[in-house]
């Protein structure tokens, strides 16, 4: 139920993006008891209201970051209920991992308005600004429709569509030998049922590891920026990320590791691999990191061939690309310090197509970066199932729909009859539900019917 | 003036009619009950069968509030059967066949011993109604009742048409007359009508059959029955016979198709689609070449018996070839023909949950005029509408039950909110909590609402009272209790389930899907001379509720979070039209069913949780 107003909701309620600081916010009744599950410091259950507190937000052993946290009991906060806010740090990564982690504790995403909407119930606000809120709720949910087959990017929609209608199926099959048990219809066996389960289970899964925050930010879209030494490739990767993680200097070699880090464009993350140059080198050190380049560059599915218009020639720029078009790797022509290009390279470089001009160091035409990027990713490619789920809430749906599928085989295993299987089969059915829009007895009732001869 | 002033009058004397009737009358309110024919009272107009599953469920339902649709088929069954048993309680699922004429006989006598209610016998034309208030019934000779609230059961009679092959007449039932001018009335006064359509068999002379071609279906070896009351169950039982058609039986049917008013277009009528026609199931089905005949007979010394499985309308020259064919039916011959029915009803979605019109005050719809199938469907509906049109006559809080609580509030709720296309009938799929609402403890369920309504007397509340003391008890003891491995362990072993390495409390082993209370008693004498001074009832409770301890609180839990939403009362007269964020279609649905809680509206079709929560932000809690 979206609408239940006793459980406990929470979101990012700083701008989306990256920013120094990101404030997550939760409330509800268990509010500070999911906060705590996660938080290392204080004991947050038995401090006061309006009180604030240092410590980490932990997934198992692991810290996920170091945070503030700020402590509103109900009935004094923003919505009347319990409130804690954690700061983090402004990453998108970090965030999402923390809201996440949130989810896994009993948390609820939040849906458009619902703050101001609990606020409003708890008698925070008068019947215009409620009206205001409605509208909110309402043009969230027309986009939200709007939107819903582009956010299922890849077949998704398919695929969910295929999956409710082979668990309306099992569950029919159910169903059949529990309202029909006086009918002349063949029953199906457990051995099938749970292959059936089973199967269906498989594509849930599959679905579930698509997911961006899963999967794909974990391993991304492995992405190389290759190019000479000081064309620029880690000003531009700090560009991207927006923060300060490779080393930058202005002597030519100085990156020898393999900096990953991962930004997200439209949805979809890219793994960036900052590589020491392109060039042939007499130095040892170098030597390798370039062969390691090379090696790399191979496991990258989308290379972005950087080349400093300040310096190169036509022939060399050339050379490089006929060496990366044998790679076979989709790969994007972008010419660096477009500010202080040679006016003779951009004459010559005419002949060559499809080149995105920008300038790192000043951010100039990024975005233009960005769409070729997005225009040449097609993420069938990068996707085991075929498939990205790319939206929370649907990945939410997902995991409990996982979760209610290993009940119904774990009944299978203990032998408990179809009436308490069926139990757990309507709870994956109304999760996936909660993804396809309603799901009613009549669907699995108008299932039966139109597959077996039912009635005296 | 013959007829005085009445609280209630209840149109239509079917189970729907009777359970109103009855309700209305025990609670204190003077009622009048008119039927076309004072020999049809309880008139099982299809199979001679009460219950089945979830309509088993709803008849222990209707007993635990007070209803006497229980006690009548308890006192005139000829055959008792636990459908289901090989599942869960949830599904288990009492049945019984009963003998159509006692059936009649045993509700007429029933309703005869209340107070306050008394019979007459006429048809009624028109309701009387002034200022959008019903105030009382016009009947076929001119003679006008004067009435607080009306009860209408009109069953299959509202311009009811018999279809038998291409002949067509007027009739409610066979040789009765059908009832004209109420559904034009009613639509005059701006109620919505349809039509229906059911069928029914062939009625078969029983000494024409050759029973010894056909599997016997014998009752239960301990047999069983519906009510909470001492009514006895059977010490002897009559059995039915399993038959199927044929190739044959099916090119016959076919033969006479174009003469059939199902597929040439004059039945108009939405038929159940659980409930086909024999020539509806060769049709759909065409791969299947046999169905399932269930030989039923009508009573303990009647020769007749019903051929369920064979309903028809195909012409009466066909139907007969083609019973002929089935194995054992050879030499049958016909008393009458089967034959279908069309009918009046009304969308439900004109009803609140009270059963009350939205249209009209005080007056109330129960049974097939609300587009439902089956006694059991009707029986309860009529004990609803009974029940709340004496709480509308003397002022008392309505009566609703909700779909957590009972089979009845999940039926009325979907007819009320969902409305329906086909003829409603019950299923357990239909109940998100079924695991709740099991047949064996309706009582523990209903009977002390029922005794709030007055239906219920004190003595049967304490006995309720004291079983669901003596179940908490014994749950608590046998977490006590603990059983010693030297004692058990062969008992253990030689049931092939794990042995115990040390002493453990019995509701453990309780756990256990292959150990129940009988093989409890048998493992352990101490455990055995516990149990043994409780009634077998109170043992089955104790057992359900350790063994499916997590399923049950886990629906539980379900159920409670859905109540909170039960819980947000809608004001009457709320103005949906001025909140312009709702959805068009939203604001269509909920202006028409007005929605008396947030849980309601949340079950209407095409009503979405974003316009849930724009109409929660405008009542501000």
Known sequence: ?456 | MIYPQYDIVVVGAGHAGNEAAAAAATMGSSTLLITMDMNKIGQMSCNPAMGGVAKGQIVREIDALGGLSGIVSDKSMIQFRMLNKSKGPAMWSPRTQNDRMRFSEEWRLALEKIPNLDFMQDMVTEVLVEKEKVVGVKTSIGIEIKAKAVVLTNGTFLNGIIHIGEKKMGGGRSGERSSKGLTEQLVGLGFQSGRMKTGTPPRIDGRSLDYSKMEEQPGDEIPGKFSFTDTKPLAYQRSCHITYTNNTVHEILESGFDRSPMFNGRIQGRGPRYCPSIEDKINRFAERDRHQIFVEPEGWNTIEVYVNGFSTSLPEDVQYKAIRHIPGFEKAKLFRPGYAIEYDYFPPTQLQLTLETKLINNLFFAGQINGTTGYEEAACQGLIAGINAHCKVYSKEPFILKRSAAYIGVLIDDLVNKGTEEPYRMFTSRAEFRLLLRQDNADLRLTEMGHQLGMISDHRLEKVFDKKNAIDKIIGDLKQIKVDPEEVNTGLGEMSTATIKEKIAIHKLLKRPEIDVTTLRRLDKKVDEYLRQFDDEILEQVEINIKYETYLAKEKLQADKIEGMENYKIPAHFDYAQIKALSAEAREKLKKIKPQTIGQASRISGVSPADISIIMIYLGK
């Open chain 1, 1 to 456: 139920m979206h609408y239940a107003i006793d459980d406990t909701i929470v979101a990012l309620s700083t701008p989306e993006g990256t920013g120094a600081i990101a404030v997550i916010r939760l409330s509800g009744k268990e509010a500070i008891a999911i906060s705590n599950r996660v938080f290392k410091g204080k004991d947050l259950t038995r401090q006061p209201s309006h009180t604030l507190h240092y410590g980490s937000i932990r997934d198992g052993e692991k810290v996920l970051d170091e945070v503030v946290v700020s402590l509103f009991v109900a009935p004094h906060s923003f919505t009347g209920e319990d409130v804690v806010e954690i700061s983090c740090h402004g990453s998108p990564f970090i965030v999402r991992q923390i809201i996440q982690l949130l989810l896994k504790h009993g948390a609820r995403l939040a849906t458009a308005g619902e703050f101001t909407k609990r606020a409003f119930m708890h008698g925070r606000f008068d019947l215009a600004q409620a009206e205001a809120v409605a509208d909110l709720i309402a043009s969230d949910s027309e986009i939200s429709h709007k939107t819903a087959l582009n956010q299922m990017r890849g077949g998704f929609s398919q695929e969910i569509k295929d999956l409710r209608a082979q668990l309306v199926h099992f569950a029919s099959m159910i169903e059949l030998e529990l309202d029909f048990v006086e009918e002349d219809v063949e029953f199906a066996s457990r051995d099938d049922l749970r292959r059936l389960v089973e199967d269906i289970l498989r594509v849930v899964n599959a679905l579930i590891n698509s997911f961006a925050l899963g999967n794909v930010i974990k391993n991304g879209v492995p992405t190389v920026i290759a190019g000479k030494p000081n064309a620029g490739k880690s000003t531009l990767l700090n560009a991207l990320l927006n923060e300060e993680k490779a080393i930058v200097s202005d002597i030519p070699g100085t990156t020898r590791d393999f900096i990953e880090d991962e930004i997200l464009l439209g949805g979809i993350s890219f793994r960036f691999i900052d590589t020491a140059g392109l060039r042939e080198t007499t130095d040892k050190v170098e030597a390798i990191g370039v062969e390691r380049t090379y090696a790399k560059m191979k496991q990258a599915s989308l290379i972005i061939f950087l080349f400093d218009l300040t310096e190169e020639t036509i022939t060399s720029i050339q050379k490089d690309i006929n060496v990366l078009e044998n790679l076979g790797i989709p790969f994007i022509r972008v010419g660096n310090k477009i500010d202080q290009a040679q006016p003779d390279l951009l004459k010559a470089l005419e002949s060559i197509p499809d080149i995105v001009y920008i300038s790192a160091e000043k951010r100039e035409n990024l975005e233009g970066l960005k769409d070729k990027i997005m225009a040449l990713v097609d993420l069938n490619k990068f996707s085991t199932s075929g498939t990205i789920v790319t939206n929370v809430r649907h990945y939410d749906s997902l995991v409990k729909t996982k979760e209610a599928l290993e009940d119904v085989l774990k009944g299978l295993d203990s032998g408990i009859t179809q009436d308490f299987l069926a139990q757990d089969i309507r709870h994956a059915l109304h999760y996936l539900g909660e993804i396809t829009g309603e799901i009613t007895t009549e669907d699995l009732l108008g299932n039966i019917f139109s597959k077996f001869c039912i009635g005296k």
